[in-house]
Structures are given as structure tokens and as C-alpha cells.
């Protein structure tokens, strides 16, 4: 079964740091761009993050840029979101998505639809 796995989300206070983790099962991420979107209750999905399937481009919306940085260890077959100085606003659940590029492509984008496999999510709350 081809699957994301969403993991690391819990309840932190402000100031404080989460690590997510997505990893895929039954596939191998090495030709697929990976983004990090979220979603809070009431409001629509927003993007967080995204990596090229090269590995060397990504992307932060700019609500989290300078806080929150998205790697990947192909060699785990997982990619990572580390989430620094969390704020409230940042509570949501956070989702990440797989995209199948042709090529080590070096670019990532924010369009949802661009992306055909999607975890179930993890929830993160950030509340003192």
C-alpha cells in the first residue's frame, strides 16, 4: 500500500519546537517533490513548505519563513518539518503531500493539485 505517514505533531508552548516527519511506505521518495500544507478548523488549507525532488530547492510560505525548516533524508525514504519559535497561529493540522516528478525536477510548488498523495495528518497545538 503507497502511503505518507505523518508523525511528531503534539501539544507544545509558545516559543517552543516541534520536528514532523513524513514517510513513505510502499514507495521511494527520490523522484517526488514533498510539501507541508495545514489546516485549522474553520479555515481553509494553507501551504507551509515544499522540497524539490532534487533536494537542493524549497519553499516557506511567510507566515513561517526564518522559522520552520523542511529537509529530506532520501536514505530514510522521510522528509522532515522543524518548527522553531511555534506560535498559536500555528496550531493546525499539518498534512504533507507527494508530488511524482519525471526528473530530479528543481523546483517544489504550492499548488495543491500538483500533488496525488496526501497523509492523514498530524495535529499540532501550540498553546501555553
Known amino acids: 500500500q503507497l502511503q505518507l505517514v505523518e508523525s511528531g505533531g503534539g501539544l507544545v508552548q509558545p516559543g517552543g519546537s516541534l520536528r514532523l516527519s513524513c514517510a513513505a511506505s510502499?514507495?521511494?521518495?527520490?523522484?517526488?517533490?514533498i510539501g507541508w500544507f495545514r489546516q485549522a478548523p474553520g479555515k481553509e488549507r494553507e501551504e507551509v513548505s515544499c522540497?524539490?525532488?532534487?533536494?537542493?530547492?524549497?519553499s516557506y510560505a511567510n507566515s513561517v519563513k526564518g522559522r520552520f525548516t523542511i529537509s529530506r533524508d532520501n536514505a530514510k525514504n522521510t522528509v522532515y518539518l522543524q518548527m522553531n519559535s511555534l506560535k498559536p497561529e500555528d496550531t493546525s493540522i499539518y498534512y504533507c503531500?507527494?508530488?511524482?516528478?519525471?526528473?530530479?525536477?528543481?523546483?517544489?510548488?504550492?499548488?495543491?493539485?500538483?500533488?496525488?498523495?496526501w497523509g492523514q495528518g498530524t495535529q499540532v497545538t501550540v498553546s501555553s
Open positions: 510502499g514507495f521511494t521518495l527520490d523522484y517526488y517533490a
Open positions: 503531500a507527494a508530488e511524482r516528478t519525471l526528473y530530479r525536477r528543481r523546483y517544489c510548488t504550492f499548488t495543491s493539485n500538483a500533488y496525488n498523495k
Open positions: 522540497i524539490s525532488s532534487s533536494g537542493d530547492s524549497t
